[in-house]
């Protein structure tokens, strides 16, 4: 046995049921190195993980190079459609590409139009992230994304103008205060955007249930209540994942341009300020994803009776998504 445990298709080589496990798990899943991989190593890793569930394997493989093969493949390949995602919207590629627009959402003294135009930029590229890795297995129309999509844009647009208005308007604020307050406005926005771009894609869950699974992975039953606690736990999780990523760097900011350094040179802000953004959005994006595990387990006396008639089991599992 290798120092990476046994190879397991298609599960992770981290125990997902602890913090832990599921951080290490995330920062595979975001690692940006999988956006270098040549097209002849992306085939190299298909063919032998194909070779692995044939039961061909040449000798000498070892576990560690099977447990490459799959980051690689699950980083660059959709797992329904089986067709390459691109880069620009793939998990690994979230960071470098995501970053530049959490500056553009952190700068101060914005204006209207340059707040629309980065708040619009941001659900742009969180729609296009989340279209191109979902889940394909059951057809969804298109419509349905395209309605997330405005409903975000609509609600992140007008909470951070609205606020951006009332906090100019607010005389009893002074400039300092007012501008450090400013900074704080992208967290609600995009909180809110995101909140209402999951009511909006998920909400027919609601009325058609989601699929919960016994001990042995094992569908028992559609519940219409697992649904509702996996859209309540879901919308609960996008308000907390980009408070790490939005909160942290104003604060840092607020401390670092008092040092005369950046009082000085004030050329040097912009640069400080992407690299503080980078930092935030590398450390506390796998750290937030990693608060909550995916898959959630509710008691069976809380669901709907015919579940608990077809199964033995007092607990069952449903994914509540991310």
């Known amino acids: 046995m290798s120092e990476y445990g046994t190879f397991q298709h298609g599960k992770s080589r981290f125990d997902q049921n602890t913090f832990s496990g599921r951080f290490r798990h995330f920062l595979d899943v975001i690692d940006p190195s999988t956006l ?22 040449p000798p000498g493989v070892t576990d560690a190079q099977l447990w490459q093969a799959q980051k690689i493949k699950q980083a660059i390949i959709h797992p329904d459609t089986g067709e ?11 960071i470098p590409f995501g970053t530049p627009v959490v500056v553009g959402l952190l700068l101060p003294n914005q204006t209207l139009l340059s707040t629309i135009f980065w708040q619009s930029l941001n659900q742009s590229h969180n729609a296009c992230v ?30 951070a103008v609205g606020l951006k208005v009332l906090i100019q308007k607010a005389s009893r604020l ?39 699974l016994d001990d042995n992975g094992t569908v028992v039953g559609t519940s219409k209540v697992a649904a509702r606690h996996a859209l309540l736990d879901t919308a609960l999780t996008r308000v907390v994942l980009p408070m790490p990523i939005l909160m942290l ?21 912009l640069p400080v300020h992407s690299l503080v953004c980078l930092a935030a959005f590398g450390l506390a994006l796998p750290l937030a994803i990693s608060l909550f595990p995916q898959m959630a387990q509710i008691s069976v006396n809380q669901l709907e009776p015919e579940i608990a008639m077809a199964t033995d089991c007092k607990i069952v599992t449903y994914n509540k998504g991310l």
């Open 36 to 57: 270098f991989v040549t097209e002849k190593r992306l085939q190299e890793s298909v063919e032998l993980l194909d070779r692995f569930k044939q039961g061909t394997l």
């Open 84 to 94: 390459k995602i691109l880069m620009p919207f793939r998990m690994s590629g979230f």
């Open 130 to 159: 989340n279209y191109c890795n979902r889940n394909a297995s059951k057809p969804a129309p298109f419509s349905k994304f395209v309605q997330g999509y405005l409903g975000a844009v609509t609600s992140a647009v007008s909470i």
């Open 174 to 212: 002074s400039p300092t205060t007012r501008l450090l307050v400013q900074r704080f406005i992208p967290f609600p926005a995009v909180a809110s955007a995101n909140v209402c771009n999951v009511v909006l894609m998920r909400h027919s869950e609601l009325s058609e249930g989601i699929s919960v």
């Open 249 to 269: 760097p104003p604060i840092v900011m607020a401390a670092l341009e008092k040092l005369p350094v950046l009082q000085i040179r004030r050329r040097l802000v």
